[in-house]
C-alpha cells in the first residue's frame, strides 16, 4: 500500500548535528502533510515538526530553533536536519505522512523508526 523508510538516525555528541530522511512509496495518489515524531523511552510519542505540501511548517517548541524540516514533493521525500542536538533529544524517530492512497480514501502512514542518541 504505503510505505515510509526513514535514514540517518545514530549517535551524535552534544552540540552535534543529524539529518534524517524519510521516503515515501506505494500506492500514492498525493501526500498533505509529512512530519516527525518522537518517542523517548518510557514517554509517549510526540510531534517534533510537520510541514504540509504548500510548505508550511510547524515546530515543537523543544525544536524551534535547532532543527528544520524540508519537503520534497516530487521526490516524495522529507528530511529532518537537526542541529545544536542535546541528550534530551534522544528518541526514536517516526516519520509520519498524510497520504491520500485511493480517490476516496486518506490516511496516516508511520516509518519503522530510526534511533537517535545524543551522548557523549
Known amino acids: 500500500q504505503v510505505q515510509l523508510v526513514e535514514s540517518g538516525g545514530g549517535l551524535a555528541q552534544p552540540g552535534g548535528s543529524l539529518r534524517l530522511s524519510c521516503s515515501a512509496s506505494g500506492s500514492i495518489i498525493s501526500i498533505n502533510a509529512m512530519g516527525w515524531y518522537r518517542q523517548a523511552s518510557g514517554k509517549r510519542r510526540e510531534l517534533v515538526a510537520v510541514?504540509?505540501?504548500?510548505?508550511?511548517?510547524n515546530y515543537a517548541d523543544s525544536a524551534k530553533g535547532r532543527f528544520t524540516i524540508s519537503r520534497d514533493n516530487a521526490k516524495k521525500t522529507v528530511t529532518l536536519q537537526m542541529n545544536s542536538l542535546k541528550p534530551e533529544d534522544t528518541a526514536v524517530y517516526y516519520c509520519?505522512?498524510?497520504?491520500?492512497?485511493?480517490?476516496?480514501?486518506?490516511?496516516?502512514?508511520w516509518g519503522q523508526g530510526t534511533q537517535v542518541t545524543v551522548s557523549s
Open positions: 509520519n505522512a498524510n497520504v491520500q492512497y485511493t480517490p476516496f480514501t486518506r490516511g496516516d502512514f
Open positions: 510541514i504540509n505540501n504548500s510548505g508550511r511548517t
